[in-house]
């Protein structure tokens, strides 16, 4: 994995991560640099294991209510799987150095590693998604980093056909999630790979604080000028994020 930030900006705003690893054990845990790439625990980081018996309530808190709802919903079967394991590992915290993704190397590591310990899924509750082991290696692990498999971009109908593009998932790069309003349906597609691409330069450290000029893969040009809200318990983003209006961007 290359760990570079070539874009970094210190803003003070750290990345934050919050993980659930259903059925992970502690005992007999084994993290190799040359098989998991881990040469460290990020600073700032909590690793906590969990055990029904004394935990309980605090383990049914980080999946009940609406979110068990949803996960319940979208993966029925793996979500009634993994909520009845018994034992599990929550790794959350602000890191406290962000200046390349090393951190996100020891992280995805260490959860190869529980899962190399018979650990049976994983949440991400960043971006609310469930997956199982099997799913977390091949997306994670076996496969080079990729920023966009971090990140979730949801859509919503607001009026008269337009949609509202917002994501999820950049705190875990210490950057603004992305706002996008009033975007024509038939657009969808080019207002995407707009989003994508900060969501890659923002991976990288980047932070949008003029206009910026991307271009699209069908060959055309757009002109952003991302304005910044520093709202970070906005519920939609659960971070600080851009927004800005698909019509302004020509």
């Not at 993290?31 to 935990?55: A, M, T």
């Not at 808190?61 to 609406?66: D, M, Q, T």
């Not at 994670?140 to 990729?146: A, D, I, L, M, V």
């Amino acid at each position: 994995m290359n760990c570079e930030r070539p874009y970094y900006r210190d803003l003070n705003c750290r990345p934050f991560l919050f993980y659930v690893i259903f059925g992970a054990k502690n005992a007999e845990l084994k993290v190799s640099r040359g098989r998991h790439h881990v040469n460290g625990f990020p600073d700032g980081l909590k690793l906590v294991f969990c055990d029904r018996e004394k935990n309980n309530a605090y383990m049914q808190s980080l999946v009940g209510n609406s979110l068990g709802k949803v996960l319940g919903r979208e993966k029925h079967e793996l979500f009634e799987m993994l909520q009845g394991t018994d034992k599990w590992a929550v790794i959350r915290g602000e890191v406290c150095q962000d200046s390349d993704l090393n951190y996100m190397q020891n992280v995805i590591g260490l959860i190869q590693a529980l899962i190399d310990n018979d650990a049976a899924g994983v949440l991400d509750l960043q971006i609310l998604s469930l997956y199982s082991s099997a799913e977390w290696s091949d997306l994670f692990f076996e496969r080079e980093f990729n920023p966009y498999d971090h990140v979730t971009i949801l859509a919503s109908e607001i009026q008269d056909g337009l949609m509202w593009l917002h994501t999820r998932g950049m705190r875990k790069f210490g950057r603004p999630d992305i706002g996008v309003w009033k975007v024509a349906q038939e657009e969808m597609e080019e207002a995407v790979q707009v989003i994508n691409q900060m969501i890659y330069y923002g991976s990288l450290g980047a932070f949008f604080d003029r206009e910026v000029k991307f271009h699209t893969q069908s060959g055309n040009t757009y002109m952003v000028n991302p304005h910044f809200v520093a709202d970070y318990d906005n519920p939609d983003f659960n971070n600080a994020y851009y927004c800005f209006e698909w019509q302004e961007c020509r």
